[in-house]
Structures are given as structure tokens and as C-alpha cells.
């Protein structure tokens, strides 16, 4: 689930607005795949989850609310989870190892979903870590490429543009699975910027299809 819309907006940074007004203007493809690619997968990128809407998730009834209507009788909740100043790497994989908490962690959840004010300020602890860092420089990404395919779009290399934009759908998991994703969706991104750059078009784009 997806980072609340107060949580995105301050996020949001001032120089996408302009952006997505120039998007609108160059956009005029009679579908706007390309407007509606931008719209969705930027939001993607801002709304990460982050250990905030983790607890929140967590700390929510409606999750112990689920719990009761799937189990009956006595059940025991165990949370496995590799938080990056506990868990130890893996002697193979080198990935880091999940831990198996008790169900303790639930009033842990309760309470650091309260401090959720801190995301995004110089006092969120958890925004010096790794995987923050790497979710924004994400955005920061985006934000540039979008740009850059409106100063290169023009009808013969439109749905490469669109391809490019719909990138972030790639990008899923997290810790090491999610750098893997990026890791393939940069290798793509290559290969499309040169298409992009000669004025071909990709053959196919697959897009969300919004519900009806």
C-alpha cells in the first residue's frame, strides 16, 4: 500500500508542477498515454513504503481485524524482517538476514507509526539509510528524464517516450530485490534512450489499464 496523499504532497517537490503542465502541452496524443504514464508511475516513486507506513499498516484494526476472520482458536504472530541496523549479512548471498520478532513488535509498530510528522525532515532517522536515499534519488530521476523526453518528443519516437516513462513499473520489492529491479529497469532505459535518440518507435507499450 502506498504512502498517504499528505505524506506524497510534501514530498512533492515545486518544479513538478511546471513539469507536468509542459507535459500536458507537449502531450497530444489523442489517448495521453504518455501523460497518464507520467502521472501514475511518478506517483509510484513518491508514495514508497517506507518503515512509517509499514507501522502504520500494522498498527491499523483493520489488520487485527483480518487476522480474526482468517484464524480461529489461539494463534501466535511472528514478524520476520531485516532491519538494516539489526540484521546481519548472509555468509553467501551477502543479503541481509530476516529476524524473527514475536508479536511484541505490534505496540513497537503502534508507536513509531505516531512519529510518521518526521518523514521527510532532517529528524527521520530512517532517511539516512540506504534505501531512502536510493527512493529519492529515484524521484530526482524521474523528475529529469521526464524532462528530457519532452525536449526530445516528437510523433515518430512517442510510444518510445511512453516506454521510457512506464519505467518505474519494474521496480518493485525491496532491499536487495528491489536494487536488482533498478539495476534491470537502468539496463532498459539505455537501450530505450537510443531508440529515443534515433526516432524509432518501441513496437508495443504495455500500460495500467485503469478500471472502468
Not at 38 to 53: H, Q, S, T
Not at 68 to 83: I, M, R, S, T, V
Not at 97 to 107: I, S, T
Request: glycine residues 4%; positive net charge; proline residues 6%.
Amino acid at each position: 500500500m502506498a504512502a498517504s496523499p499528505a505524506a506524497t504532497r510534501r514530498r512533492l517537490p515545486p518544479t513538478a508542477c511546471s513539469s507536468a503542465s509542459r507535459k500536458r502541452c507537449a502531450d497530444t496524443a489523442d489517448d495521453l498515454a504518455l501523460s497518464k504514464a507520467v502521472a501514475r508511475y511518478y506517483f509510484k516513486l513518491l508514495a514508497y513504503k517506507d518503515e512509517y507506513e509499514v507501522a502504520r499498516l500494522y498498527s491499523e484494526p483493520e489488520f487485527r481485524q483480518q487476522l480474526q476472520a482468517q484464524f480461529e482458536g489461539d494463534y501466535k504472530l511472528q514478524f520476520h524482517l531485516a532491519p538494516a541496523w539489526l540484521a546481519k549479512r548472509d555468509a553467501v548471498t551477502g543479503e541481509p538476514r530476516k529476524r524473527e520478532l514475536g508479536p511484541w513488535m505490534l505496540n513497537v509498530f503502534g508507536v513509531l507509526a505516531k512519529f510518521r510528522f518526521l518523514r521527510g525532515t532532517p529528524l527521520d532517522p530512517f532517511g539516512y539509510g540506504h534505501d531512502r536515499r536510493v527512493e529519492r534519488q529515484l524521484i530526482s530521476e524521474y523528475e529529469k528524464t521526464v524532462d528530457e523526453l519532452l525536449a526530445q518528443l516528437k510523433p515518430t519516437n512517442y510510444r518510445t517516450a511512453v516506454a521510457i516513462a512506464a519505467l518505474p513499473e519494474q521496480i518493485r520489492g525491496y532491499g536487495p530485490v528491489k536494487e536488482r529491479s533498478i539495476a534491470k529497469a537502468r539496463q532498459q532505459e539505455k537501450l530505450l534512450r537510443e531508440q529515443l535518440a534515433k526516432g524509432d518507435e518501441v513496437q508495443s507499450v504495455r500500460l495500467f489499464q485503469p478500471a472502468a
